[in-house]
């Protein structure tokens, strides 16, 4: 399971979290799946058994690992061929659905499409750096925004591609941290506590900037060290999207009424926008051709949304820049 993780529209994002995860699913519990999985380890995983390819020896395709894959396929074709067929003939394994890999990566859509949304990121900083001045106060808050989603959709990609127990840890601290970044610079941007007055701003920007890190410190550290729990995880990614997704629709509206211009709506669209991606996800159907499913579509309705939040940052930093200047 993945977050997404953008600042206008976080709760869409971290809602994906309410999709249950579990470790036991009902193909694990299949009869024929476990005799399968036995007869095939005794059969291929002995010395000199049947060789892995080299392309997923890299990936840590171990014998067992791929007995595990062969059988969940075997199984579920098994299930679809019977007449009359079962009421759920694809069930999930290991709290998956059987997809089909390439090259040795477990879900490829879902890699396919993360990669979309890290290109995205990267065009969204290289038009930060080309069209916002260095001096600009909130240039590298948004910069900062961007280099969290660059590792966020980075370990999404590891993660999609072995999903280990390392790889969704890292996962989903990732996506934790840009949850709660794009928390973190909301109000910097709608309350302004970049600026310098009044006297108050610098020190509430450092108690918000030493809060929010120590939120995050907290979080990981009950996650590692205390407990993972899946529903503490929800609960907490929602609490902080509802947070955030408020300020910046409230911001969005009083936006428009001050400026009176289309773009100043834009949060508002593109919150709107992720909603209605998000109804991929909660659909949860099984892969279609065995790895296109709910979940790589929402990765992939995503990646517009992120370029225009890009869009929207730096038309919204030159309509500040230029007010600015008038002042002067």
């Known amino acids: 399971m993945r977050i997404g993780y953008l600042p206008a529209w976080q709760i869409a994002a971290v809602a994906l979290l309410l999709v249950s995860v579990v470790q036991a699913s009902l193909g694990d519990r299949l009869p024929e799946f476990k005799e399968c999985v036995q007869v095939c380890q005794e059969a291929n995983c002995v010395e000199d058994g049947t060789p892995i390819p080299v392309h997923h020896r890299l990936l840590f395709w171990d014998c067992p690992a791929e007995c595990d894959y ?23 394994f290991h709290g998956k659905w059987p997809f089909y890999r390439f090259l040795g990566m477990q879900e490829p859509f879902s890699v396919l499409f993360s990669l979309a949304n890290y290109l995205a990121h990267l065009w969204g900083i290289s038009q930060l750096r080309e069209k916002l001045p260095a001096a600009y106060a909130l240039r590298k808050y948004y910069l900062m925004f961007g280099y969290v989603g660059l590792a966020s959709w980075t370990f999404s990609m590891i993660f999609h591609t072995r999903d280990f127990d390392v790889t969704e840890k890292l996962d989903y601290f990732a996506a934790g941290a840009n949850v709660l970044y794009g928390l973190y610079f909301a109000p910097i941007r709608v309350f302004r506590l970049d600026k310098s007055t009044p006297a108050i701003k610098p020190s509430m920007l450092r108690i918000w900037t030493v809060l929010c890190a120590s ?70 159907f099984p892969p279609l051709g065995g790895m296109l499913d709910a979940h790589s ?31 002067q």
Not at 78 to 85: E, I, Q, S, V, Y
């Open 70 to 92: 062969t059988c969940q396929h075997v199984v579920t074709q098994k299930r679809l061929a019977r007449d009359p067929p079962y009421l759920e003939p694809v069930v999930q």
């Open 215 to 284: 939120l995050y410190i907290m979080h990981v550290a009950y996650l590692t060290l205390v407990r993972w729990d899946y529903t503490y995880n929800m609960a907490a990614n929602v609490a902080v999207g509802i947070v955030q997704n408020v300020l910046w629709s409230v911001f969005s509206y009083n936006h428009y009424k001050n400026v009176g211009r289309k773009w100043a709506m834009w949060p508002g669209l593109i919150v709107t926008w992720v909603v209605v991606v998000m109804s991929f996800e909660l659909l949860d």
């Open 297 to 327: 579509l929402w990765h992939a309705g995503t990646v517009v949304p992120t370029v225009w939040w890009y869009n929207f940052l730096i038309r919204d930093a030159r309509e500040d820049i230029a007010g600015t200047r008038l002042k």
